[in-house]
T-cell receptor
Framework: AQSVAQPEDQVNVAEGNPLTVKCTYS??????LFWYVQYPNRGLQFLLK??????LVKGSYGFEAEFNKSQTSFHLKKPSALVSDSALYFC????????????FGDGTTLTVKP | KAGVTQTPRYLIKTRGQQVTLSCSPI?????VSWYQQTPGQGLQFLFE???????NKGNFPGRFSGRQFSNSRSEMNVSTLELGDSALYLC?????????????FGPGTRLTVT
């Protein structure tokens, strides 16, 4: 069975500081990995994905994530946080051998303070 | 391109009734997935349809069913509603192939069961 863990329910950072939202996963084979963001009163939006290739992937709004196979992690990062980045972030995994089913983490609430 | 649309946006039903939710994917997308989102359980995968066939199913009782039409539009049905079915139901579409597994979510249908 595949699973995703987001160990922090809440992450607080000051505007301008770097941010990291952590994600670890468990799948039987090689994973497809995704980050999504849910702003207040708005739907879930796709941020970025890892399919294959370079372990560092770049996505929307200046976010990036690093795939680490040995640590089974896919942490979301941004060099300089903005107040407008405050939202709920979800990590998701999809097993290459189980096309169709995506498993989401429980979400991490990011709060960026001015 | 128009985004994923879901109807209705809000629904109030009585315990024991049944309900049908509708989802129109992004034009050209062949995969439609359904999720249940609640504060306590996060995002739970219900099922995924690809080219009118159910490709994967989550761990929900048989009261939850779905289908996909030839134009990729999808419906989800919940029979014999229970109070615990109150949730936000999200539909997501994707290309459904390895190069396009990222999902695009609709705004959701907020179902309240009384």
């Amino acid at each position: 069975a595949q699973s995703v863990a987001q160990p922090e329910d809440q992450v607080n950072v000051a505007e301008g500081n770097p941010l990291t939202v952590k994600c670890t996963y468990s799948v039987s084979g090689n994973p497809y990995l995704f980050w999504y963001v849910q702003y207040p009163n708005r739907g879930l939006q796709f941020l970025l994905k890892y399919i294959t290739g370079d372990n560092l992937v770049k996505g929307s709004y200046g976010f990036e994530a690093e795939f680490n196979k040995s640590q089974t992690s896919f942490h979301l990062k941004k060099p300089s946080a903005l107040v407008s980045d405050s939202a709920l972030y979800f990590c998701a995994v999809r097993d290459r051998t189980n096309a169709g089913k995506s498993t989401f983490g429980d979400g991490t609430t990011l709060t960026v303070k001015p | 391109k128009a985004g994923v649309t879901q109807t209705p946006r809000y629904l109030i039903k009585t315990r024991g009734q049944q309900v049908t939710l509708s989802c129109s994917p992004i034009s050209g997308h062949r995969s439609v997935s359904w999720y249940q989102q609640t504060p306590g359980q996060g995002l739970q995968f219900l099922f995924e349809y690809f080219s009118e066939t159910q490709r994967n199913k989550g761990n929900f009782p048989g009261r939850f069913s779905g289908r996909q039409f030839s134009n990729s539009r999808s419906e989800m049905n919940v029979s014999t509603l229970e109070l615990g079915d109150s949730a936000l139901y999200l539909c997501a579409s994707s290309g459904g192939t390895a190069s396009s597994y990222e999902q695009y979510f609709g705004p959701g249908t907020r179902l309240t069961v009384t």
